[in-house]
C-alpha cells in the first residue's frame, strides 16, 4: 500500500522554526517529485514547494521564498521542508503530495491535479 505520512507539526511562536517530514511506505520517493501545500481554515489549497525527482530542482511560492527550504533523505526515503521565520498567517494544514512524472517547473507545480498521492497532513499554528 502507497502511502505519506506527515509529521513535525506543532505549536510555534512568531519567528521560531519547524522542520515537517513527509516519510513514504511502499514506493520509493526519489522517483517522485514531491510538492507542499498548506491549508489555512476558510481558505483553499495552496501550493508551497516542489522538489523534483530527476536533479533536486525546487520550486516555492513568491511569498515563501528565503524562509522555506524542501529537502531529500534518500536514505530516510523522506522529504523535509525547513521552515523559518514563521509567521502567524503561516498558520495550516500542510500536506505532501507526490506524483511520478511531474517536473516542478512554471505554474504546473502548484497545481492539486497533478499528484497522485497525498498524505493527511500536519497542523502548524504560529502563535504567541
Known amino acids: 500500500q502507497l502511502q505519506l505520512v506527515e509529521s513535525g507539526g506543532g505549536l510555534v511562536q512568531p519567528g521560531g522554526s519547524l522542520r515537517l517530514s513527509c516519510a513514504a511506505s511502499g514506493f520509493t520517493l526519489d522517483y517522485y517529485a514531491i510538492g507542499w501545500f498548506r491549508q489555512a481554515p476558510g481558505k483553499e489549497r495552496e501550493g508551497v514547494s516542489c522538489i523534483s525527482s530527476s536533479d533536486d530542482s525546487t520550486y516555492y511560492a513568491d511569498s515563501l521564498k528565503g524562509r522555506f527550504t524542501a529537502s531529500r533523505d534518500s536514505v530516510k526515503n523522506t522529504v523535509h521542508l525547513q521552515m523559518n521565520s514563521l509567521k502567524p498567517e503561516d498558520t495550516a494544514v500542510y500536506y505532501c503530495?507526490?506524483?511520478?512524472?511531474?517536473?516542478?517547473?512554471?505554474?504546473?507545480?502548484?497545481?492539486?491535479?497533478?499528484?497522485?498521492?497525498w498524505g493527511q497532513g500536519t497542523q502548524v499554528t504560529v502563535s504567541s
Open positions: 503530495a507526490a506524483d511520478s512524472s511531474l517536473y516542478c517547473s512554471g505554474y504546473v507545480w502548484a497545481q492539486i491535479k497533478e499528484y497522485e498521492y
